[in-house]
């Protein structure tokens, strides 16, 4: 079921709650950390089963859900699969700073997102990016975008907004 439109979340600071590009010294591989270290960078238990409750009713709607990161994909992968939430993510669908897409347009979101939304023939009020990031959000002019405010990732209120705009 697809709805024809799509959430492109930045990953650090977004939907975990820490950074954890940074937190592992920019580590491209993470699988020796411990599971409690990623359930500590999610923010623990409770945020990690909003997060799950909040992607989940998105992919029910029929909402593709994308991540669009400065940070690895491998340790993306590795990250949302350690705390449950792996199963809302295609593998294709996570485009880290090594990804082709992000290759091809030098690491600036913006363009990825426009490349993103012309391969899906999508219209602005179609596709919602989400970001901590305000320099990413101000240049984003092609499709709708939502500021994550706290440096502790997407709050439950913010949740709640993305969603109703679906
Ligand atoms: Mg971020």
Same mark, same amino acid.
């Given at each position: 079921?697809?709805?024809?439109?799509?959430?492109?979340?930045?990953?650090?600071?977004?939907?975990?709650?820490?950074?954890?590009?940074?937190?592992?010294?920019?580590?491209?591989?993470?699988?020796?950390?411990?599971?409690?270290?990623?359930?500590?960078?999610?923010?623990?238990?409770?945020?990690?089963?909003?997060?799950?409750?909040?992607?989940?009713?998105?992919?029910?709607?029929?909402?593709?859900?994308?991540?669009?990161?400065?940070?690895?994909?491998?340790?993306?992968? =590795? @990250?949302?699969?350690?705390?449950?939430?792996? #199963?809302?993510? +295609?593998? %294709?669908?996570? /485009?880290?700073?090594?990804?082709?897409?992000?290759?091809?347009?030098?690491?600036?979101?913006?363009?990825?997102?426009?490349?993103?939304?012309?391969?899906?023939?999508?219209?602005?009020?179609?596709?919602?990016?989400?970001?901590?990031?305000?320099?990413?959000?101000?240049?984003?002019?092609?499709?709708?975008?939502?500021?994550? =405010? @706290?440096?502790?990732?997407?709050?439950?209120? #913010?949740?709640? +907004?993305? %969603?109703?705009? /679906?």
């Amino acid at each position: 079921m697809k709805s024809g439109e799509m959430v492109i979340y930045d990953f650090d600071q977004t939907i975990p709650s820490s950074h954890i590009f940074e937190a592992t010294g920019g580590a491209a591989e993470v699988e020796g950390f411990e599971d409690v270290f990623f359930e500590d960078a999610f923010g623990g238990e409770d945020r990690i089963l909003q997060l799950w409750a909040h992607f989940n009713r998105l992919n029910q709607r029929g909402v593709e859900l994308l991540i669009l990161s400065n940070g690895w994909s491998a340790v993306i992968k =590795e @990250s949302l699969d350690r705390v449950g939430l792996s #199963e809302f993510f +295609a593998n %294709e669908n996570i /485009f880290g700073n090594d990804s082709e897409l992000m290759a091809q347009n030098c690491g600036v979101k913006q363009h990825a997102i426009l490349e993103l939304m012309r391969d899906r023939n999508l219209q602005f009020e179609q596709v919602l990016f989400v970001d901590d990031d305000w320099m990413n959000i101000v240049q984003c002019k092609e499709c709708r975008t939502l500021h994550v =405010e @706290s440096e502790a990732g997407i709050s439950e209120k #913010e949740l709640k +907004a993305i %969603e109703a705009a /679906f």
